[in-house]
């Protein structure tokens, strides 16, 4: 027989008062971890079991999940529209280091499947090609097309892809869970095709403003300077300039490196509609960006408390609310084509 749970005596006083809070317990900072999928749970929010200074400090529960859809519809506006710069030519192989949900690969999915995906996206664009995303979390999608497929898999782990494999391997956003950028590459390099390519699209870790309505103590410039010094002291160096990342793929061994970067306003404060509404779609991303970047970041990295930390976080979103700070972040994306010798 299934043995009782007894109820804490401490929850069941002040019957009036609902939150845990009152009885000692704060849920946010519990740490527990489930033996089956080896979650952890801290600041309120779902880690997964690669969660550590060393490794993945981002969540990876609901919450995230949203947030990664919406900023996918977000790059997918500040790129019009395109999911990849590479010139690809009826691709056989694709694969997506770093997937996340999955969107790129699959798009969001209405529960009842219609024909169409709600959101550009890989499997839908390229019919004929299988479309392979992995991660090293499940929190993908079990309604997948039938070309695509998701693999639990840590990319810095050496890679058991066969050589001369895809046609394509692409990264978006996927800079924090890498310290090797190096080893990275010459893998994607190793099991693309030759001819085939590799494409990385990474957003600058650095507040800019053109107008200077950017003070020094700007709360969203404070919270990436924040970030920019907690990835740096783990060695995960932000990438900086499309140059730096243009020269990592020339050291790789790529060729025909084509480079683009886009500016990403934080609020809808530009002339442009087409920006003013991206921007509006940023300031919703605020909500939850800041603290998914920055908590567990600032808390496990930087030695702050979780109130602290919360509170950078806050006042990051309460300063990208402000109409009068002008800031934007860089979106860069880098393509080059392995050589066919
Ligand atoms: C910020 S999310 C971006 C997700 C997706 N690429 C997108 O653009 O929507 C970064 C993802 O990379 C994954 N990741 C981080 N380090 C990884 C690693 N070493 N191997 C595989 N995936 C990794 C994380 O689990 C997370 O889902």
């Not at 007894?6 to 740490?31: K, Q």
């Not at 990876?60 to 949203?66: F, G, L, T, V």
Request: hydrophobic share 35%; aromatic share 10%.
């Amino acid at each position: 027989m299934t043995d009782i749970l007894e109820v804490d005596p401490e929850v069941r006083r002040n019957p009036d008062d609902e939150d845990y809070a009152s009885t000692g317990y704060d849920t946010s900072i519990a740490s527990l971890s489930s033996s089956v999928h080896e979650y952890i749970f801290e600041n309120g929010r779902r880690y997964h079991a690669y969660y550590g200074p060393d490794q993945y400090l981002m969540p990876q529960d609901e919450k995230e999940k949203d947030r990664l859809d919406l900023h996918h519809e977000i790059i997918l506006q500040l790129f019009e529209g395109q999911l990849h710069q590479a010139p690809l030519q009826n691709p056989h192989r694709i694969l997506d280091v770093g997937t996340g949900t999955g969107i790129w690969a699959i798009g969001r999915y209405p529960i009842l499947r219609t024909k169409r995906a709600l959101s550009g996206n890989m499997a839908d664009k390229f019919p004929e090609a299988e479309v392979i995303g992995t991660d090293l979390s499940p929190i993908q999608s079990g309604w997948v097309p039938a070309n695509c497929r998701f693999e639990v898999d840590d990319a810095t782990l050496d890679w058991t892809y066969t050589d001369n494999h895809f046609d394509f391997i692409h990264g978006r956003s996927v800079g924090q869970g890498f310290d090797d950028w190096g080893k990275l590459l010459s893998e994607m390099k190793c099991c693309t095709v030759p001819g085939g390519w590799v494409e990385i699209c990474e957003c600058g870790i650095r507040a800019n403003c053109d107008d200077g309505t950017m003070a020094d103590n700007n709360a969203c410039k404070i919270f990436i300077d924040l970030l920019r010094q907690a990835l740096i002291k783990i060695k995960r160096p932000p990438i900086d300039d499309i140059e730096t990342l243009r020269q990592r793929f020339e050291a790789t061994g790529f060729e025909d490196i084509r480079i683009k970067t886009v500016k990403e306003p934080i609020g809808p404060w530009t002339r442009d509609e087409r920006m003013k509404k991206i921007g509006a779609m940023v300031l919703l991303h605020c909500e939850s960006v800041y603290e998914a970047y920055g908590v567990a970041t600032f808390t496990k990295l930087l030695g702050m408390d979780r109130d602290e930390a919360k509170r950078i976080c806050e006042n990051a979103i309460a300063s990208s609310r402000n109409k009068n700070y002008h800031l934007y972040s860089i979106f860069y994306n880098v393509c080059g084509r392995k050589p066919l010798e």
